[in-house]
């Protein structure tokens, strides 16, 4: 699971040539670490519905204990065993077939950590809960479906990958306006336009490559996930902003943390779960992808 990056950053980009006293051995540890977090993330939905929901258990769970980092200042604390218990037990019974019971038990924790922590920013503590739990639900939702649900999920990497690069790439090499640069001065207008375009035809290659799929279709909606994945982006940069960090942790070489890199895929699963939810919900992953 990747996510997006700052479009035309210049202080700590995640791609491209290396900037100016940026040593080649930390470009090598980026793209190592973008290229080993990709094939895990593939080889585990390959390998099954279990062992995909294992490691959005995983990651879920880091990222639940990064935004405690960034919302409470707090590594370690009875809000982060409650969050981490909601994004996991509900990966846990998507996995197992059980998505309603998961999407309830997140429903419940989130309002009582906002409760717990009442006047004390205790509404960002809960909406971690839906944050990072609804994503995974999303995804292992879509992977347990038996007809498209590996395509559903490779669909919306797809999506957010090529949104992902060439809004880096739109904005490294047009540059101009600054998209909003009171929450991340790196992104550009050029940016946004490059990754929404990326989106699109990402969606319309996606669907041709596949078979079976009028490419047309699935044109809006790579362009809506492609804007869920860079406005997903520009939360987390409000959120580290406001946290006064640089990165939600330092546990990927060279790219910061979990939080970091999956950002933009985190909304971009919500957004197609919301689609696939009032389409069909016994049919996750052809109501995303058969229109």
């Not at 019971?101 to 717990?116: E, F, H, K, S, Y």
């Not at 939600?248 to 919301?274: C, E, K, Q, T, Y």
Request: zero cysteines; a neutral charge; aromatic letters at 8%.
């Amino acid at each position: 699971m990747t996510g997006a990056s700052e479009q035309g950053q210049t202080t700590a980009p995640q791609a491209g040539p290396p900037e100016a006293g940026e040593a080649p051995f930390d470009i090598g540890r980026r793209v190592a670490s973008a290229v080993l977090l990709a094939a895990l993330s593939l080889w585990s939905l390959w390998a099954g519905v279990q062992t995909f929901a294992l490691l959005l258990a995983v990651l879920a769970t880091i990222v639940a204990w990064e935004w405690g980092r960034l919302v409470r200042g707090s590594e370690r604390d009875i809000y982060l065993l409650a969050h981490g218990f909601a994004v996991v037990g509900a990966t846990g019974l998507g996995a197992f077939g059980l998505g309603a019971l998961g999407l309830i038990l997140l429903l419940v924790v989130a309002p009582v950590l906002v409760v717990l922590r009442l006047g004390k920013g205790g509404w960002l503590t809960g909406l971690g809960v839906l944050y990072v739990g609804l994503p995974a639900l999303a995804l292992v939702w879509f992977r347990a479906d038996p007809l498209l649900g590996v395509l559903a999920v490779l669909f919306v990497f797809v999506v957010v990958w090529s949104s992902d690069t060439f809004a880096f790439l739109a904005g490294r090499l047009i540059g101009g306006p600054k998209l909003w640069p009171a929450v991340s001065p790196g992104k550009t207008w050029a940016g946004a336009v490059g990754g929404a375009v990326a989106g699109m035809i990402a969606g319309a290659l996606f669907a041709w490559g596949a078979g079976g799929i009028d490419p047309i279709t699935l044109v809006p909606v790579g362009l809506v996930l492609s804007l869920a994945a860079q406005l997903g982006d520009l939360g987390e940069s409000a959120l580290k902003r406001r946290a006064g960090r640089k990165d939600a942790s330092n546990l990927v070489p060279g790219h910061g943390g979990i939080f970091d890199r999956v950002d933009g895929l985190m909304l971009a699963a919500i957004v197609a779960g919301l689609i696939s939810l009032v389409r069909d919900f016994s049919h996750p992953a052809s109501a995303l992808l058969a229109w």
